[in-house]
C-alpha cells in the first residue's frame, strides 16, 4: 500500500504543465526515483553479463606460409566458426565490433596424403594457438572446419601469345583500314601446373561492338574462368588494342596511263580493249589520290602469251586496293611508240 502511495505521488506533478527545470526543482522524491531506476538496471547489466555463456562466433581466416614450389588449386575457407565460452561482456564485444580480427593459420602445418596432391590442416591440433589469438577471457570450445582440405600442384610459368577476342560489326560503307592489333601480343603468367600445361594461347575479354563508324584505341583485360581467376597471374594485366576504321569510297579512273617494260626500243604495248581502273580504299586517302601519278606497267618479260599479259598497277597506297583486279589480264599489241 505504501509503495503505491509513493508511485501515485508523482503523478499530479507529472500532470502539470511544467518545463524540465522546474520538475526537477521542485521533485525531489522524482531525481530519488531515477537514480534508483538507473543503479537498478546498472547492477541488473552487470550481473546479467557477468555470467558466462556459450556463443558461436564466425571470424575470418588469414592464411600465411604458403608452399613456394606449389599452387593451391582449390579454394580454401575464408570464414571460421568458434564456440566459445566467455562473459556476456566479453561476447558482447565481439558482436559489435565492425571487423574481427583474422584467425592466423599457418600453411608450414600442413600435412600431405598418400596422394601427393592431397594436403591438410588439422585445426584441432593447433587449437592452443587459436585460443591464444582469441585472448584469455574467451575459452575455446569447438571449431568448425576442423580439418581444412588443400588441392596441390606444381608450379609453372610459362610466355603464351594472346589472343584478340572480338565481335565487330562495321557500319555501312565502314572498312578497316589495316589489321586489328593488340599490345603486347604475348603474356607471362604464372600459375598450376594442371591449368597451363596444355594452354596453348590466352583469350582476352570477348569485345562486342555494333555500327562501329570510328577507330578505336583502348584497353581490355584477359578472360580468366571464375574457378582459376584467384590461381593465375599475368604480366602484364591490361592489354591495348586498335581498331583503324574509316569510311570507304569507290574511285574509277578510264583509260589509265599504261607504261611498257622490257619491250623492244621504240615499241610499246597497246590494249585491244579499253580499260576501266576502280579503286576502294579509305575516303581520306581516295580524296588525296593524284590520278596523273597512277598508272599501269605491262612487263614484255612476264607476259603470259604472246598476245596476252598482265598489268601490274602502281602509285597506290596500301590501304587502297584494285577492285576489278581481273580485268587486269588483257590482250594487247606492240605498237611503236
Given at each position: 500500500m505504501k509503495k503505491r502511495q509513493f508511485l501515485w505521488s508523482f503523478v499530479p506533478t507529472l500532470t502539470k504543465p511544467s518545463?524540465?527545470?522546474?520538475?526537477?526543482?521542485?521533485?525531489?522524491?522524482?531525481?530519488?526515483?531515477?537514480?534508483?531506476?538507473?543503479?537498478?538496471?546498472?547492477?541488473?547489466?552487470?550481473?546479467?553479463?557477468?555470467?558466462?555463456?556459450?556463443?558461436?562466433?564466425?571470424?575470418p581466416i588469414e592464411y600465411r606460409n604458403f608452399p613456394e614450389s606449389k599452387v593451391i588449386v582449390n579454394r580454401l575457407p575464408n570464414k571460421l566458426a568458434v564456440d566459445i565460452e566467455a562473459t556476456g561482456f566479453s561476447i558482447l564485444w565481439y558482436k559489435f565490433k565492425s571487423v574481427l580480427q583474422p584467425i592466423v593459420v599457418d600453411l608450414k602445418e600442413m600435412k600431405t596424403t598418400a596422394v601427393e596432391e592431397n594436403a591438410y590442416v588439422t585445426l584441432l591440433t593447433n587449437s592452443e594457438s587459436i585460443a591464444g589469438q582469441l585472448g584469455t577471457s574467451i575459452k575455446l570450445i569447438k571449431i568448425s572446419p576442423d580439418t581444412i582440405r588443400i588441392r596441390l600442384s606444381k608450379k609453372m610459368e610459362k610466355d603464351l601469345p594472346v589472343k584478340f577476342v572480338h565481335h565487330i560489326e562495321l557500319a555501312t560503307g565502314f572498312e578497316f583500314t589495316d589489321s586489328i592489333r593488340i599490345s603486347p601480343d604475348v603474356?607471362?603468367?604464372?600459375?598450376?601446373?594442371?591449368?597451363?600445361?596444355?594452354?596453348?594461347?590466352?583469350?582476352?575479354?570477348?569485345?562486342?561492338?555494333?555500327?562501329?563508324?570510328?577507330?578505336?584505341?583502348?584497353?581490355?583485360?584477359?578472360?580468366?574462368?571464375?574457378?582459376?581467376?584467384?590461381?593465375?597471374?599475368?604480366?602484364?594485366?591490361?592489354?591495348?588494342?586498335?581498331?583503324?576504321?574509316?569510311?570507304?569510297?569507290?574511285?574509277?579512273?578510264?583509260?589509265?596511263?599504261?607504261?611498257?617494260?622490257?619491250?623492244?626500243?621504240?615499241?610499246?604495248?597497246?590494249?585491244?580493249?579499253?580499260?576501266?581502273?576502280?579503286?576502294?580504299g579509305p575516303v581520306s586517302m581516295i580524296n588525296q589520290l593524284d590520278k596523273t601519278k597512277i598508272y599501269l606497267v605491262a612487263d614484255f618479260a612476264k607476259r603470259l602469251n604472246k598476245r596476252r599479259i598482265k598489268l601490274e598497277v602502281v602509285g597506290l597506297p596500301n590501304s587502297v586496293q584494285v577492285l576489278n583486279k581481273n580485268n587486269l589480264i588483257v590482250d594487247f599489241n606492240s605498237v611503236m611508240q
Open positions: 518545463n524540465t527545470y522546474t520538475l526537477l526543482r521542485f521533485n525531489p522524491r522524482f531525481i530519488t526515483f531515477l537514480i534508483c531506476l538507473g543503479l537498478s538496471c546498472l547492477f541488473w547489466f552487470v550481473a546479467t553479463f557477468g555470467k558466462f555463456y556459450n556463443s558461436t562466433l564466425r571470424f603474356v607471362h603468367v604464372k600459375g598450376p601446373e594442371s591449368l597451363l600445361k596444355n594452354l596453348q594461347f590466352f583469350p582476352t575479354q570477348d569485345l562486342k561492338i555494333k555500327h562501329l563508324d570510328e577507330p578505336k584505341a583502348r584497353e581490355i583485360g584477359l578472360y580468366l574462368a571464375e574457378d582459376s581467376l584467384h590461381l593465375i597471374q599475368t604480366n602484364p594485366v591490361v592489354f591495348k588494342y586498335n581498331l583503324p576504321v574509316s569510311k570507304f569510297a569507290k574511285l574509277v579512273i578510264a583509260q589509265p596511263q599504261i607504261k611498257g617494260l622490257n619491250f623492244a626500243t621504240g615499241w610499246g604495248p597497246s590494249l585491244v580493249n579499253p580499260l576501266t581502273l576502280e579503286l576502294y
